[in-house]
């Protein structure tokens, strides 16, 4: 099978850091990606999105080992069945009623003051790092997690495509894990 000339062209593009290669590569790819995962995440688009993001993450820290002899479908849908399966193996099993009514007897549904003062800290610490944040990810950051708006709605908001959207948010949660676990 020949390779789309088109997306071997973008490929080197993002091999080469340049925005617009990623940018075609998500915008071509990604309805296909999310489908596909949307069924085996039983439909559930919160999960979808964030499998999805992840995986087109990974493929662009990992660009420069993509095999241009193949698909670029294909290796961006292998890494999103990969990245599910790490997601099915970390998820909880549910609690039964029985335990949860247990745990709650035993420790009680109050936080001791401590644990108070620390959840408290931990959100003034998260509260900072969302500061200095550069504003083009502040801005994404606030709108998606802290008022919880959609990225349709913020696209809306802020008149900038879905898409740039979430490899903004991307790249602003990476920022943000890196700048909070460099301080510890």
Known sequence: MEVNPKVKEHIQLAKAGKTS???????????FVYQFMFKRC?????LTEEIVIQSFA?????????????EFSTWIVQIAKNKHIDYMRKKELPTTQI???TKSKI??????????????QKTKDLQQHIQNLPLQYREII??????????????EK?????????????RAKKQLFNTMTSEK
Request: glycine residues 2%; negative net charge.
């Open 21 to 31: 290669g990623f940018n075609y590569l998500i915008n071509s790819h990604w309805d």
């Open 42 to 46: 039983n439909n559930d688009a919160y």
């Open 58 to 70: 990974k493929a662009f820290d990992k660009i420069d080992q993509f095999d241009e002899s193949y």
């Open 99 to 101: 335990e949860r009514e």
């Open 107 to 120: 420790i009680g549904n109050q936080p001791s003051i401590e644990d108070s003062l620390i959840e408290e």
């Open 142 to 155: 606030e709108l998606r997690y802290l008022e919880e708006l959609s990225f349709q709605a913020i696209s």
């Open 158 to 170: 802020l008149d900038l495509p879905i898409n740039t959207l979430k490899v903004r948010a991307l």
